[in-house]
């Protein structure tokens, strides 16, 4: 049964990784592209809290949990804790709407795979996953319903994640992740010409810019539980990223384009512009610092609620390669809180006892400044952790479904609002590799 699942999970997630773009947003025109939310669907279904923390789910917001065990008991008999394993994917709908009109964009990406192993007072985890993701198709039109500028652009920035955790204490444990990010990022931009009678000029100038991206940078994390009671236990967490470095290998072409009456674009010629002399062949992004606190209170096996606070050094990013005059950055901060909710942990009859049931909400400013508005972001999120597999062998396994319902962006000042709703799944499995003999 979980082979199966794990065939058919992969499947669907790589074609949906593959097949689209990430996003459909027209605010990952700026910067490197929308920032991907980095945890588990489980942390998003209670919104994007990473605060808790335990031995069966993995939580890729806290290198500290790699560590798996802090008060709670192991989950397997009291002497091995579980390897976690994670893959998950996220189909999206969002609506775009603006005071001229409306319209409709889709996307879906794969999210994570990810690996935990405690190894006694250690945890070691790794995994890939989106960092940030481009795709956007935006046409600026007059008043006379003619196309004034055509925007396009696609691709992003991926991780690759390698982190450990240490357990200074039974209530105290700490992390690291050391993380690689690369990927590239590709915008075209038209300027359409006319004649004097209006008619579209029959050759048009396109330019092609293009960034190669690569570079580290670490996330530090602390993870604190202890029981206020025999039955009430209290979670606090805390984690920092320090500023750090992007390199960018960047090209930029002009070309001479025929655009057809469908919109098709054909390349008759193209001429590489010299960024050597610009200064602007190699240039290095700012990935500003980022730190976030939370604290929960909870039953274990039974119900969770917390909250987190997060704030990015926004409006340190820069990137001189690509600069607009109607855009800046400035911090941004989030606040979420959330929680789950399980019947029966132990229920040996009635299946949705032992569902776990999430729910979470979110307010974010996303540091991006367009045309002097923020852009903001508000969702709800609701989730349930669905056992599979056979309860005497895979008693921690969990199909994961997540649904979050927000908005972001405005309407202001002729910007855009985005309506979205995402549908997020993943299969968070566990198994036991590490056995003590008990028999000679």
Not at 202 to 207: F, G, I, M, S, V
């Amino acid at each position: 049964m979980i082979k199966r699942l794990i065939v058919i999970c992969i499947a669907i997630i790589s074609s949906c990784g593959f097949a689209q773009q990430g996003t459909a947003s027209p605010y990952s025109f700026y910067g490197i592209g929308s920032l991907k939310f980095k945890g588990t669907v489980e942390n998003r279904s209670m919104g994007g809290i990473g605060v808790y923390l335990d031995s069966i789910h993995l939580n890729l917001r806290n290198p500290a949990s790699y560590v798996g065990k802090n008060v709670d008991a192991y989950p397997y008999d009291g002497e091995s804790r579980p390897v976690k394993f994670a893959v998950a994917g996220t189909s999206s709908n969002v609506t775009l709407k603006s005071d001229s009109g409306e319209a409709e964009g889709n996307s879906a990406i794969f999210d994570y795979i990810a690996l935990s192993v405690p190894i006694g007072k250690f945890g070691f985890g790794f995994g890939l996953m989106p960092y940030t993701s481009v795709g956007y198709k935006l046409d600026d039109i007059n008043n006379n319903d003619a196309i004034v500028n055509r925007f396009r652009g696609e691709g992003g920035v991926n991780r690759v994640f390698a982190g450990f955790g240490y357990q200074i204490s039974k209530k105290l444990s700490a992390g690291v992740d050391i993380n690689y990010n690369f990927g590239n990022v590709q915008n075209s931009a038209i300027e359409f010409a006319y004649t004097d009678d209006g008619d579209l000029v029959e050759l048009q100038t396109r330019e092609d810019s293009r960034s190669d991206l690569s570079g580290l940078n670490l996330n530090f994390g602390l993870a604190y539980k202890t029981k206020l009671s025999e039955k009430l236990e209290l979670s606090a967490t805390a984690t920092f990223a320090p500023e750090s470095k992007l390199s960018s290998d960047n090209t930029r072409a002009i070309s001479t384009i025929d655009v057809t009456a469908t919109g098709t674009e054909t390349v008759l010629n193209t001429v590489d512009i010299d960024l050597e002399s610009q200064n602007l062949r190699n240039t290095d992004l700012t990935l500003p610092s980022r730190w976030s606190i939370g604290t929960g209170l909870g039953k274990p096996q039974s119900w969770f609620i917390g909250a987190e606070y997060t704030h990015q050094n926004t409006s340190r990013f820069s990137n001189p390669f690509y600069s607009n005059d109607v855009s800046t950055f400035e911090n941004a901060s989030q606040v979420s809180l959330g929680g789950f909710y399980i019947p029966d942990f132990d229920a040996f009859t009635g299946y949705f006892k032992r569902v776990v049931y999430r729910a979470g909400i979110n307010f974010a400013n996303t540091g991006l400044v367009v045309k002097n508005e923020s852009i903001k972001e508000f969702g709800i999120s609701f989730g349930l952790g669905l056992p599979v597999g056979q309860r005497s062998r895979d008693p921690f396994s969990n199909l994961n479904l997540g649904l979050e319902i927000g908005k972001r962006g405005t309407t202001n000042n002729n910007l855009i609002q985005e309506n979205f709703i995402n549908f997020n799944v993943s299969l968070s499995l566990n198994s036991r590799w590490f056995r003590q003999k008990k028999y000679n």
